[in-house]
């Protein structure tokens, strides 16, 4: 018998909140995080707004001196995974330590560091450069360091797969427990891309939204208006444990993961496959993998981006995979409030759509103001609803073709 996994922690850090309840509150709330980049001068560029985590002071988690050895991207998957254990009340001691594995991906990295250091060797030399720029550099440094400052010994690895990065972790995590090689895994995804060279190499293919005097405004998946998506930081986690070893230690069951999908698109590096056919086959996939029909499914945290065409072949592979259920099904792109958090984004949204069972509450898309007829499904615009959700759906796609679906079900 397959071992079941369930969810017994969440964290995140997002432009809205440096927690799993701010964050929430301002999801239903209709609230944007968006605004103008503060970390750097933006005048000669084209795009001036991201969404950007906000007084998030990773001291409050490890001493300045490690502080200083990791990158913001490793601080962020630090943060949210302490605050996930923290709520699934899960304490690693040498009782645990080896059946405890950690999956953290980041589409990018440490480009903020990477970044510091181009400019010290270009204008200071070699020898200037951070012996810690390896360690700060590297994706699979956050599910390292996570796994060294909390004494986590399981399976220990990251996932790139651009911004399907963070549901695929969840993914494999939720994979890792099955098949018995841990009872838990820390999973999700971090990251922190609002760097000068980033911003301008989004920019310069034209992925972004030049809305610069609207900010708030300018992220509107699915409305005919949308120019591009917004760029964000930040970082999702949760606790994946053994169902059984969940109840036995007390803990209290958040969902059960019950369905996940990944496919390739195998067609371009950054336009979706025509008609979504991809993305349509991940979905399909999650709901096989559950044992659940479309008109079961109760709510989709879309990866609505906000691009043109992004939002076009979502509305169309989920009209593929859903069939008459389309029709029914309640969908929302929370990137309409956070941004895109890239590498994160799938397991942040992996967690909105757990909370929106857990409270009945499903969040909005805002900005929705102009129907785009490619898109016509029920995306919850602009104010969030309440209404029991028994089963939920998270989207995340990525540059390369990735495709990632995950289901969850009230417990």
Not at 62 to 77: E, G, L, T, V
Not at 254 to 278: F, K, R, V
Not at 293 to 317: I, K
Not at 393 to 410: E, I, P, T, W
Request: hydrophobic share 40%; proline share 6%.
């Amino acid at each position: 018998m397959s071992r079941r996994v369930v969810v017994t922690g969440m964290g995140v850090l997002t432009p809205l909140g440096n927690n799993v309840c701010d964050t929430w509150e301002g999801l239903i709330a209709g609230k944007s995080g968006i605004g103008y980049i503060s970390t750097f001068d933006t005048s000669a560029f084209p795009v001036r707004i991201a969404g950007e985590v906000r007084n998030f002071d990773i001291t409050e988690f490890m001493d300045r001196k490690s502080a200083r050895r990791m990158d913001p991207f490793q601080h962020y998957a630090f943060g949210a995974s302490v605050e996930a254990l923290r709520h699934a009340e899960l304490t690693i001691d040498s009782t645990n330590r080896d059946r405890i594995g950690v999956v953290i991906g980041s589409g990018i990295g440490g480009i903020q560091s990477l970044s510091e250091q181009f400019r010290l060797l270009h204008e200071r030399g070699p020898d200037r450069i951070s012996p810690f720029l390896i360690t700060q550099m590297v994706p699979d440094l956050a599910p390292g360091q996570v796994s060294i400052l909390l004494g986590a010994r399981g399976p220990n690895f990251s996932i790139v797969s651009a911004c399907a990065t963070g549901a695929h972790a969840i993914g494999e995590g939720g994979e890792i427990v099955k098949r018995g090689q841990a009872d838990i895994v820390i999973a999700g995804g971090s990251e922190a891309p609002i760097v000068p060279i980033g911003l301008a190499g989004f920019s310069n293919m034209r992925a972004l939204s030049t809305r610069n005097d609207e900010p708030q405004t300018a992220s509107r998946p699915f409305d005919a208006t949308r120019d591009g998506f917004v760029m964000a930081e930040g970082a999702g986690i949760v606790v994946l444990e053994e169902y059984e070893h969940a109840v036995n230690r007390g803990a209290k069951p958040l969902a059960e993961l019950i369905g996940y999908g990944s496919t390739a698109d195998a067609n371009h590096i950054t336009d979706p496959a025509p008609g979504g056919e991809g993305a349509a086959r991940a979905m399909k996939q999650a709901m096989a993998q559950a044992g659940i029909s479309p008109d079961e499914v109760d709510y989709l945290n879309a990866h609505g981006t906000s691009t043109p065409p992004n939002d076009r072949s979502e509305s169309a592979a989920i009209r593929t995979a859903f069939g008459a259920a389309a029709s029914n099904l309640q969908v929302s792109s929370t990137k309409s409030m956070t941004g895109h958090m890239m590498g994160a984004a799938g397991a942040a949204e992996a967690v909105f759509a757990i909370q929106a069972i857990r409270t009945g509450i499903i969040p909005p898309t805002i900005n929705y103001q102009t129907p785009d007829p490619e898109c016509d499904l029920d995306y919850v615009p602009n104010e969030a609803r309440r209404r029991e959700v028994r089963i939920a759906m998270s989207n995340a796609f990525g540059f390369g073709g990735h495709n990632v679906s995950v289901a969850f079900r009230a417990i």
